[in-house]
C-alpha cells in the first residue's frame, strides 16, 4: 500500500515568495517607463504569474500594455526572478516543524504548483528544502495544471503516494477547487496570496498558522473524505 501524503501549493502557502516576484516585477516595470508597483497592493496577486502581475500594473496605472512589450517585460521579469532565487523568499513560519511531524509520521510529502518547474525547483533546492519532497510539480510538469484535478492526482502518483490518503494545502480558489474536482480533502492558509478570503470557496478547514496543521487534523480529513 502507498503511503498518505500531503501536497503543497508553493508561492503564498508553503513559500513567502512575495517579496522576490514584487521586486522582479519592478525590475521589469522599471523598463517599461512606468510608475513601480506598491508591495502593499500588489501582494495578492505575487501567486498569479509575472504576466498578470505586469497586466494589473499597467491597468492601475491606466496604462496601454501591447503583446510585444508585455511579451518583452515578461522575460525581464523571468530573468531577474530566476538570476536573484531564492533572495528575500523564506518558508512561511512553522513550516519546517510541520514538515517534521509529517516525516515522523511516514507521510510522504510533494509539491504541486502552477509555478514553472524549474523554479520551483531551484527554489527548493536553494532553500535547502529538496529533500523533503517526494515529488516537485509545475505549471509545464505535465500537459495540464491547476485547476485541472489531474495536476493534483498526477503529482500524488509521481510522489509514490495514494490519493485515497491525500491533503491538499493551499492558499487560493485554484488550490481549493483543484483539490474537490480530485475528491481530496484540502486546507486552506489565510495568509497567502489571494484578492477574496479563502473561506469564500468553502476548503474543508482554514488555518492561520502551520502550527494548526498537525497529523491528526491531516488524518481526520482523510477518514472524512473517505466516508
Do not use: W
Not at 93 to 102: K, Q, T
Request: with cysteine; aromatic share 8%; net charge negative.
Amino acid at each position: 500500500m502507498n503511503k498518505p501524503i500531503v501536497v503543497f501549493d508553493l508561492d503564498g502557502t508553503l513559500i513567502d515568495t512575495a517579496p522576490d516576484l514584487i521586486d522582479s516585477l519592478n525590475h521589469s516595470l522599471g523598463s517599461g517607463g512606468v510608475a513601480l508597483a506598491d508591495p502593499a497592493g500588489f501582494r495578492t496577486y505575487a501567486g498569479q504569474g509575472g504576466r498578470v502581475m505586469i497586466e494589473r500594473a499597467f491597468a492601475a496605472q491606466k496604462k496601454a500594455l501591447f503583446s510585444d512589450e508585455h511579451d518583452r517585460l515578461y522575460t525581464l521579469f523571468l530573468d531577474h526572478y530566476n538570476d536573484n532565487m531564492p533572495g528575500k523568499s523564506r518558508p512561511y513560519p512553522g513550516v519546517m516543524d510541520a514538515i517534521a511531524r509529517f516525516e515522523a509520521a511516514d507521510y510522504l510529502m510533494a509539491i504541486c504548483t502552477n509555478k514553472p518547474e524549474r523554479f520551483s525547483k531551484k527554489l527548493i533546492a536553494g532553500l535547502g528544502m529538496s529533500r523533503h519532497f517526494a515529488a516537485n510539480c509545475g505549471q509545464d510538469t505535465f500537459a495540464f495544471r491547476k485547476p485541472d484535478p489531474r495536476h493534483l492526482t498526477e503529482t500524488i502518483r509521481m510522489a509514490g503516494g495514494d490519493p485515497a490518503r491525500a491533503l491538499m494545502i493551499g492558499d487560493s480558489r485554484n488550490d481549493i477547487d483543484t483539490a474537490k474536482a480530485a475528491g481530496i480533502p484540502v486546507v486552506a492558509v489565510d495568509f497567502g496570496y489571494t484578492d477574496r478570503h479563502v473561506r469564500e470557496f468553502e476548503p474543508s478547514r482554514i488555518i492561520s498558522h502551520f502550527d494548526e496543521l498537525t497529523v491528526d487534523l491531516a488524518e481526520r480529513l482523510i477518514a472524512a473524505a473517505a466516508g
